[in-house]
Nanobody, 120 residues
Framework: VQLQASGGGLVQAGGSLRLSCAASGSIFRIRDMGWYRQAPGKQRELVAVITSDGSTNYADSVKGRFTISRDIAKNTVFLLLNSLKPEDTAVYYC???????????????WGQGTQVTVSS
């Protein structure tokens, strides 16, 4: 199973970006999907998570600005980042709790990360 993230870039404060993360491989189904971020010198932190039934949860720092969604048929999760601030600058990682087709057991996979840089 592989997760491929895309959509990062350089944007001015107040701008927007849309991140995508597509899972591929021997997938029976995906349970939760989420986005984390890690800024230089800081620990990786949860940004947002979405369950298989569409329930969402956000870090307080991004509530009202970021929106997580998913396309279950395409095994893809999205993160819309609005009203970006310089403190949102980080490498953003996606993850997915995948039930694998061969073993029928769950395992969490991570994407490679995509850089988001917000200039002031």
């Amino acid at each position: 199973v592989q997760l491929q993230a895309s959509g990062g870039g350089l944007v001015q404060a107040g701008g927007s970006l849309r991140l995508s993360c597509a899972a591929s491989g021997s997938i029976f189904r995906i349970r939760d999907m989420g986005w984390y971020r890690q800024a230089p010198g800081k620990q990786r932190e949860l940004v947002a998570v979405i369950t298989s039934d569409g329930s969402t949860n956000y870090a307080d720092s991004v509530k009202g600005r970021f929106t997580i969604s998913r396309d279950i048929a395409k095994n893809t999760v999205f993160l819309l980042l609005n009203s970006l601030k310089p403190e949102d600058t980080a490498v953003y990682y996606c993850n997915a709790d995948v039930v694998r087709r061969v073993t029928m057991s769950p395992l969490v996979y991570w994407g490679q990360g995509t850089q988001v840089t917000v200039s002031s």
